[in-house]
């Protein structure tokens, strides 16, 4: 008969951190489109991307979570903290300094990308009201159709 090992919350805090080493990357490639250092069709494709690495990054979290509470402490960070501080490894330490490292870097990376977006959206608002007429009161340049509206005054050119 084979006993089975008991599963340390630890046991995946490498597979953690090399996840939270793909969100870093990509939201550092999502920060260098939205500044315009590059292709802007490739946004799309990275927000799925991103999408996918934050399913991961919550599945082991989850995961660990699970195992902590099984061992009797809480399902979260400082619960994790708590089980390493009594329990763990340096290394296993260490990991966990780097993974919590790792998320606060990518933490202000999405806020920056944030404002980013932010600023793009106000930047395309002021264009749309400027070609609407919103702006300083003068004429709309196109309808709500999508067809010129500016009226000219005088005689037409080129009429013979």
Do not use: C
């Amino acid at each position: 008969m084979t006993s089975q090992l008991p599963q340390l919350p630890s046991q995946h805090l490498a597979d953690e951190k090399q996840v939270t080493v793909r969100l870093v990357a990509a939201l550092q490639r999502e920060q260098e489109l939205l500044s315009g250092n590059g292709d802007a069709d490739e946004i799309p494709v990275l927000i799925g991307e991103k999408a996918k690495i934050v399913a991961e990054m919550a599945g082991l979290a989850d995961y660990r979570h699970k195992l902590l509470a099984a061992i009797g402490y809480i399902a979260s960070e400082h619960g994790m903290q708590a089980w390493l501080d009594q329990h763990g490894s340096d290394a296993d330490r260490q990991v966990w300094d780097e993974l919590f490292a790792l998320a606060q870097s990518a933490r202000e990376l999405n806020r920056l990308n944030g404002l980013l977006v932010g600023k793009q959206m106000a930047i395309n608002q002021n264009a749309l009201k400027i070609l609407q007429g919103g702006i300083n009161g003068g004429g709309a340049f196109y309808g709500p159709d999508g067809a010129s509206s500016v009226r000219t005054t005088g005689r037409p050119l080129g009429v013979g």
